[in-house]
Structures are given as C-alpha cells and as structure tokens.
C-alpha cells in the first residue's frame, strides 16, 4: 500500500550537500516526491512509497550525508499528497 509521509530534518542539515544526497537515496530506494530547505533552517521532505521504502528512507534521513549533523527527525505519516508523485527532485528553498 502507498504511503505519503513529511520527513522535516532538524540539525546541521543546510550548506553540506544533504538535498542533492537524499534525492539520489530517494531514487536508489525508489521513493517518490521532492525535498527542499526551509527559512528555519530545516531540511523538509515529501515522500511516497510502500511501507518498506519509507522506513528505509526515512532511516537514511536520520543520518544524512557525511558533513550533516542530524539533531531531530519529525515525521507525519498522516500527511496527504493531492496526487500521486512522480520521481524525486529537488526544490527551490521555501
């Protein structure tokens, strides 16, 4: 069953590379949808997957890439995509 879930990533997440690393994770899992920093300093994902490719995911999102610092990881498994997502990009800051 497809899932729809917001990743929000508190720490050292912003200026180390972790959008473009978690959009080549998203495509080796095979998780759809988009991530993007926040003004808060954040680094917020959407992501859609079967429960396997989530957790995998979001396991990964934990960590991040060499040089991020992860403090905190939120999750909002309840989160509703209006449509069904295609791929994994990277968006423009929010």
Known sequence: ???TWQIV???RVQ???FRAACV???RKIGVRGWVRNRRD?????IAQGDAAQLLAFCEWMRHGPPGAQVSSCDVDKAWQA???LVGFEQRGSL
Request: no cysteine.
């Open 24 to 26: 080549a994770e998203a």
């Open 15 to 17: 200026g180390v590379g």
């Open 9 to 11: 990533v508190h720490g």
């Open 82 to 84: 209006q449509t069904p």
């Open 1 to 3: 069953m497809t899932a």
């Open 41 to 45: 300093g954040t680094v917020e994902a």
